[in-house]
């Protein structure tokens, strides 16, 4: 069985090229910038110390005097940090999706929603969700006999309690200032 990148790989090696590379006029890597990490991965892996590029690719001035493994080894971590953003808008999308279809509030024609919107409402549902949790892991070392909360740890306690009141989020655990 073939594998294939997710569209999130493709994206994100397509973004790290296209950073760290240029593509020739006319080449089919201005099309599919992917296709150029892959090409240059292949050649830089195979020829590490090299700075000899493939046909219709050329570094970026940042990468002059750079061995072909350096530039692919910045690549590399450049499209890791982008698959990581998007992986995080993806997940922000959905739980906008699915708070949207519980609150009912999705439009007949989905041609008429809003992206941006529901990704917004998702992302906030998340990190509603990890306040939460921080919350509560506070509450858990607030209530034992045998550990007591740091400044630093209070502080923070009544900075997430103002800002899930601030959003009138509920906190299903009884918290209280």
């Given at each position: ?5 997710t569209l999130i ?141 740091t400044d630093k ?25």
């Amino acid at each position: 069985m073939t594998h294939y990148p997710t569209l999130i790989v493709q994206l994100a090696n397509g973004m790290a090229a296209s950073s760290h590379l240029f593509f020739d006029i006319g080449s089919d890597y201005e099309q599919s910038p992917h296709r150029a990490f892959d090409q240059f991965s292949a050649v830089a892996s195979a020829y590490p110390e090299s700075d000899v590029m493939p046909e219709g690719l050329g570094a970026w001035t940042h990468n002059e005097g750079c061995t072909n493994g350096e530039v692919l080894e910045r690549m590399k971590v450049a499209s890791g940090e982008i698959q990581k953003m998007l992986q995080a808008l993806q997940s922000a999308t959905k739980e906008g999706l699915v708070q949207a279809a519980i609150n009912d509030n999705l439009p007949q024609d989905f041609n008429d929603l809003d992206m941006d919107l529901i990704a917004s409402r998702g992302c906030e549902t998340l990190e509603n969700n990890d306040l939460l949790d921080e919350i509560f892991a506070l509450t858990e070392i607030e209530s034992s006999d045998t550990q007591v909360l740091t400044d630093k740890q209070s502080r923070r306690y009544l900075e997430i309690w103002e800002t899930l009141k601030e959003r009138e989020v509920d906190i299903p655990f009884g918290v209280e200032i």
